[in-house]
């Protein structure tokens, strides 16, 4: 077999003379050309973390003041104040320092490097003290302080002009650890409602005998590591949260992203693929470059960028008390799932990146392999969608030596993981159907045909749609999407399709086809797979989807009620929530803390007194519609309040979350802290980020849409909610719940949403007509 040939770099014989041996020129060259690849990715990475290091500074402002220092010279003029004199005494006395010009030259650039360091350091320390502030967030739109005004130039004059990814991460804030007495209050304040008196009487006194006795000794800790770590949430959030949850990835951590819904380029499945694996790739090496700009809240405020650095090249690897995510830093192929069969898949030729041509003719090559499976090698995959523990275990016993690790650690080191599923799904607007059951495909597939471990799986569907299956320890979902943005938009505006709907160019057809993975997989490892699919298909089977458009209006309409998209869709779910269970319950929205070094998300308490009010108002029916408007904007602003709180670092939970660590770590026992950590989210929402990237125009290509993309609920007898507010004119929904729950169906729950959006909309057409 051809890759056979190319593994081996020579071949010897033995013989009556001796040992012959045959070196093969191909393979050396290749070898040859791959070291160059990695020399260049080395010194890249050197120029790039030189240029990060001194940014905003330059060589071209380290040259400026040189020059101006040694031009000063030359008028008697001293800008150093005696410092070039002193730095030329200290100067070792030797023969290239022996002439009086080239000493002085060098005591110049010296004292020159001296001042142009302290210079980025000053502007760096002034930058971080700007971004600290946040008094922006808190103004009302379009009525924009001086204060602000003049924070905005500042801050725009010290960013530079050419930032590169990790160019601003230094300069970001730390995390504040909010204090006691203030988290406390809001925790009250957001629950007060939800509580009867006995309750909230009961809760207000744990919270109370806590905050006097327990939390002063635990803060003082909590204090001390924002102090020493770089962000005093986030590598507990990810270990304690993500890594040592026991339960399956698949539904329960891992999510799903949407291809393009109302467009399509291509029916060709191999040719999809090869534009989309060939666009991830460029997007790696720009990454890796740090070529692609760093993401900037209204397009000033940088976002911290840490979290992309574990984007590709990257698997959670289980453990029996906890995983761990190893991350490469680089890989050369990905590895590829087809009708229960692994293959390994070269992206480069040598140092060249395969073209979307070759990548295309590649994946047709698996598609057209009419090998079978190997025994246990169909549902292995399983493995990483049933419980981690057994997982673990499996992995310890049967696959830590010889071709089982082998074929193993071909998949957990690509770079990512593809699907090619034999079964097409799209969404159809004739048939609403179609959409949930592609979001069913893309959360949990057939329990195992996604490799749930790997940073995410590329799935492509026999009709040329895509989506993605992400683990979500590594990273938000901003983050992949992100990367799913460059990549539609690079597919449909920069690489292109043939007339008959393959990538362009020809493809080489002398290329080694992809490596089918080799197991040996005995009879108690295949009992353990079949145990782990029966977990994930009861399961995934349990999981009840309902996805849908929503087509009356969008984020235009929203505008003109003069309130924040996201506010008028968080209480358009409190008031579907309660019309569908008579009752409230904590919610929970994630929003992000990018603003700070190693960000990752904050919890926004969206059921709110105010929005529960608005709520009760509506379902009376007894009040005029002038009432409810200003009951609406009451609680519009409430939410929008609590959002920015969160964004600012001044949440309620992580904090607390920090402070439940610390008292296991000093065996404190906390009866408030275990009970608030013990409280269930039977509503938990999602905004999901769009046009992160301007590959093109949303309002001349208005039908080049993301559905966005949704997750499993986080309480069994709770709801999911994920939403994409998609442009002017149009919002997408993922509701999810769990057939076994009586209290719950999602569709019934995605009918209220959508009536609760049109009756709010609605008080505000009135009051228009009205006007």
Known sequence: MAEAHQAVAFQFTVTPEGVDFQLSREVLKQIYLSGVRSWKKRLIRIKNGILRGVYPGSPTSW???????????????????????????????????????????????VFSTGVWVMGIFFFRQTLKLLLSYHGWMFEMHGQTSHLTRVWAVCVRLLSGRRPMLYSFQTSLPKLPVPSVPATVHRYLESVEHLLDDEQYYRMETLAKEFEEKTAPRLQKYLVLKSWWAT???????????????RNPLMVNSNYYVMDLVLVKNTDVQAARLGNAVHAMI??????????IKPVMALGLVPMCSYQMERMFNTTRIPGKDTDVLQHLPDSRH?????????????????????????????????????????????????????????????RQAFFSSGKNKAALDAIERAAFFVALDEESHHYDPEDEASLSLYGKALLHGNCYNRWFDKSFTLISFKNGQLGLNTE?????????????????????????????????????????????????????????????????????????????????????????????????????LQL???????????????????????????????????????????????????????????????????????????????????????????????????????????????????????????????????????????????????????????????????????ETNAQRFGNQIRQALLDIANLFQVSKADG
Request: contains cysteine; hydrophobic residues 35%; proline residues 6%.
């Open 63 to 109: 040259l400026v003041v040189v020059m101006t220092t040694v031009g000063s010279s030359c008028y008697n003029v001293d800008v150093s104040m005696g410092l070039v004199y002193y730095i030329q005494r200290w100067l070792p006395e030797g023969r290239p320092y022996r002439t009086p010009y080239t000493r002085t030259l060098l005591s110049m650039a």
């Open 231 to 245: 962000n005093y949430v986030s590598d507990w959030w990810e270990e304690y949260v993500y890594l040592r949850g």
């Open 282 to 291: 460029t997007y790696r090496r720009k990454l890796d470059r740090e070529e």
């Open 334 to 394: 990905v590895a590829v799932y087809h009708k229960g069969r692994f293959f390994k898949l070269w992206l480069y030729e040598g140092s060249r990146l395969l073209k979307p041509r070759d990548l295309e003719m590649q994946f047709q090559r698996i598609l057209d392999d009419p090998s079978p499976p190997q025994p246990g090698e169909e549902r292995l995959a399983a493995l990483t969608a049933g419980g981690r523990v057994e997982w673990a275990q499996a």
């Open 472 to 572: 979500h320890a590594w990273a938000d979902a901003p983050i992949i999407g992100h990367l799913w943005e460059f990549v539609l938009g690079t597919d449909s505006f920069h690489l292109g399709y043939t007339e008959t709907g393959h990538c362009l160019g020809k493809p080489n057809p002398v290329l080694p086809p992809p490596q089918r993975l080799q197991w040996d997989i005995p009879e108690q490892c295949q009992a353990v797979i079949e145990s782990s699919y029966q977990v994930a298909k009861a399961l995934a089977d349990d999981v009840e989807l309902y996805c849908f458009q929503f087509l009356p209006f969008g984020k235009g309409l929203i505008k003109k009620c003069r309130t924040s998209p996201d506010a008028f869709v968080q209480i358009a």
């Open 576 to 742: 579907a929530h309660f019309r569908d269970k008579g009752k409230f319950c904590l919610t929970y929205e994630a929003s992000m803390t990018r603003m700070f070094r190693e960000g990752r998300t904050e919890t926004v308490r969206s059921c709110t007194r105010e929005s529960t009010a608005f709520v009760q108002a509506m379902v009376q029916g007894r009040q005029p519609n002038e009432d409810l408007r200003r009951l609406f904007r009451k609680a519009a602003e409430k939410h929008q309040n609590m959002y920015r709180l969160a964004m600012t670092g001044a949440g309620i939970d992580r904090h607390l979350f920090c402070l439940y660590v610390v008292s296991k770590y000093l065996g404190v026992e906390s009866p408030f802290l275990a009970e608030v950590l013990s409280e269930p989210w039977r509503l938990s929402t999602s905004q999901i980020a769009q046009f992160q990237i301007r590959m093109f125009d949303p309002n001349k290509h208005p039908k080049h849409l993301g559905a966005g993309g949704g997750f499993g609920p986080v309480a069994d007898d709770g709801y999911g909610v994920s939403y994409m507010i998609a442009g002017e004119n149009t919002i997408f929904f993922h509701v999810s719940s769990k057939f076994s729950s009586s």
